[in-house]
């Protein structure tokens, strides 16, 4: 049927559609039902039937914003509509479901359906509940990941490539700028994608556009890259992996981690942008993702598929049980960065973590001798080679190290008396950063003043809070108050 | 927020509000967010976001029919809007996803955040995954049981009130609409709700339809049952389990059946009108829903469960490796159960079971002695008393069996050879029966001429098509063509 776009301009979160419902009715389409649109070049895609009366006259469809896009429509123009029936791939999923094994086409046809929404939110959160429970084998893994890559855009790069990824949930611990800082001053190619925060306070990619840019094309950043034979971008807008976008969406909702989609999420993104080298970071312990024994399966795992992909992978284990580094929140962490890259009062932590995954990294790559890593890393951080690397990149993103932001208001918590750190939680101090408006208010979060084995004296400060405007501070402190046994331990 | 109501008449199939996106802003609302929306008398809905821009103002929010309803809310009328967290439920799910067991209290959290909408359909997505892949116990089936009943509306009758269901997937088989009216003839009561098709031709609802309306009102269907001790109505708009309707709907996306979901489902339903009483029939067999094992299981879940509520229930299990009558398809299903009724010719596989049927349900109740059911229940049917019965029910339900509709055309499937009919598919059937515009083409479907065993001569009819248009028709014929060896197996 050919229906006419009536512009409404709204956004779904997922390609939806509203047509009268006497269209509706002629159709036999309802609430939820999927339809196929075509275009006058002829291009498809799939959306999910609103319906709507009174609004909408019987010849018109309005599309959300999602769908005009993809499909370049223009108000008033016509399009071809058909009822879509449910998709094969839903039996497959079932098959999975059922704990059956699937084979290299089953798994490509239901990552190509996800990729086109032919499969529903709804239907991707089965398939995503029959990879959690029946969990995929080494082979099915491996066509996951291939099947995620194939459906997303890759980046080709000369010279010897590597990268690091970290499973994350650690407080701080902003490594990533440090180690690509590093690491790209011995001539290695690092194309780092990260991600925002999902739950924490920050991601690499928060972090970073507190002095730059961080959403480019790939086009863009093939040119930051020459120039500076690195980035530190977000990896959102590429469209490297936009299946795995989904499925993480689903997952998220539940908190459920598939094993098989973990690997194949982080090793596609590697391979897509031609890594060869590949480091990855695992922290285990008391409030981080893994414990040590799960770390550990994780460990082989990675090193498994890698095997499969021809990379060459170093997994680290490394104690994920307390935050890493003083800051907490987008700019707070970007301090702590600086700190490590100027030589001035850097945390111990956070500099020490960087340099010995740096060190690993290099010597992954044949940059430093075995053994000699560390050695080699500490003398482009101490050299300020580093430091200029970063400047460099920051500069190619059209960013300043000068432009940070300030938090307005700030808040001390006062230790009441002379006690011992046992434990600072990494969930709840994230939590807490949250209250205080991170990852949106980049100078927003927390300072850590005392660490973990740490004395504080009655009247020394232990943390101090920062908050773009007086509300949230005061649901922060409430929020400490009322959960201070769960953030903080003393002995 | 204060947030003013633009009525758009549009129905989303679940509570969904569209905002602008500065607003969004504002609010730090995304797509897909859940909001919880309260009007002028303090009463509470949650409802996901959608985000709009350049059609509604800052200050408005347009709502789905649904929530308007609900809320009952007027153009222009102000609501106050809030941010909804993730639910705490969504926790309990995962538990019960990674294996755990729920208890009562968390049941009942459950299943009360489903009815408020406070769990989205993703995440009911979830808890059918966990309780489709970690089998409930019979204690946490019993407080599904219970809190799907809590979470429903009852109805209040006097009497000795009975009830039967059958789990379905057989075509034809209209069982129901004869064992109600001998049933009811004997003094029980029969507040018989039904289901209207779901991927078969036609639901009971579906086929009463024909003769007489089925949405009523509790109300309405107590006046009914006052007058004819029983009633055969659509259970879609009463309320009983609105739970279970929304946990159904994300089954079927699926495909996919949890037992303790089914036991609950059926139970509740019974629970909630008050039967004492209950016969449950379970077809078995090739192309039937379950095998013979699995039959056997659920027949023994059944009596378990049913003790644990008190009920008297006679679980039956059938043979439904074939069709059951010669109708599929609402009018012609009805014409089958009048030519019961009326003693004219009627197809005997469909009376046989509802006679064993009734009895079985006539000695459960003590209306007639072990093994002497089937003697009364015939005598019932051959003196007329049933169709008596069967009319008043009609009469009271507005309807008259005069009023059938008739099909436009019709297309006669003939056969070729001298054959044996060795099989003719449920699944298939039904397929077809789609097809020709079943269940809202009310006059279309199939009629069987020859049946499991029968002999066809070379140019006798076998099947005779009915439907509303030459295109539906035509379809069915390529159907047809192309699966015929599904369809109907010969020896």
Redesign the interface.
Known sequence: MKLKIKR??????RP?S?IN?NTAKKM?L???DKISIKNKKGKRLISII??????LKEEEIAI?EEIRKILNLKNREYVDVKILE?PHS?IL??KK?GGGRLNKKEIYEIIEDIKNNAL????I??FV??I??NSMSLKETKNLTKAIIRSGKRIKLKGKIADKHCIGGIAGNRTTPLIVSICASTGLIIPKTSSRAITSAAGTADVIETVSRVDFSIKEIKKIIKKTKACLVWGGTLGLAPVDDKILK?ER????DSTAQLLASILSKKIAVGSKYVLIDIPYGKSAKVTKVQAEKLRLKFLKLGKAFNLKLTVILTNGSEPIGNGIGPVLEMKDILKVLKRDHPPKDLEDKSLFLSAKLLELCGKSKKGKGIEHARKILDSGQAFMKFKEIIKAQEGTIKKLQKPKINYNIISEKNKKIKHIDNKMINNLARILGCP?DKAAGIYIHKKKNNFVKKGEKIFTLYALSNEKLNHAKIFYKKNQAEIIEFR
């Open positions: 409404l301009k709204f956004l779904a979160g939806v509203m419902q036999s309802h609430v939820g609103d319906i709507i009366s009174g609004f959300s449910p839903m999923i079932k479901f529903a939110e709804i239907e959160a089965f509940s029959a959690c429970n689903i909702i539940a908190n459920l949106e």
